[in-house]
């Protein structure tokens, strides 16, 4: 499928949604391009036994690995487009 995503990353920042029913993980991923390092961030949600599940390995790991869907969708307050990353499993044999 073309909207699959393999990513792995650093674990920035995590939290639940305001109505509890989605887990939100930001990581990061830095990379280089001559002399000049780029950090790229992504954020990764999961909704109901996933998101719990995801909690869980975020408080006991610095490094997270998924599979995922990449979707689109267009923000309601700015109508800006954006891109978001839904997670379908946590890949835990990634070397940390």
Do not use: C, P
């Amino acid at each position: 499928m073309l909207n699959t995503v393999l990513l792995q990353g650093l674990i920035e920042s995590y939290k639940w949604s305001k109505n509890k029913t989605g887990f939100y993980v930001t990581i990061t991923q830095k990379r280089r391009f001559g002399n000049n390092t780029f950090t790229d961030y992504y954020v990764i949600y999961a909704n109901d036994q996933l998101g719990k599940e995801l909690e869980k390995y975020v408080l006991n790991h610095e490094y997270l690995a998924i599979k995922g869907s990449l979707t689109t969708y267009q923000d309601k307050k700015t109508k800006i487009w954006k891109t978001q990353i839904l997670a379908e499993k946590i890949l835990l044999n990634y070397k940390e």
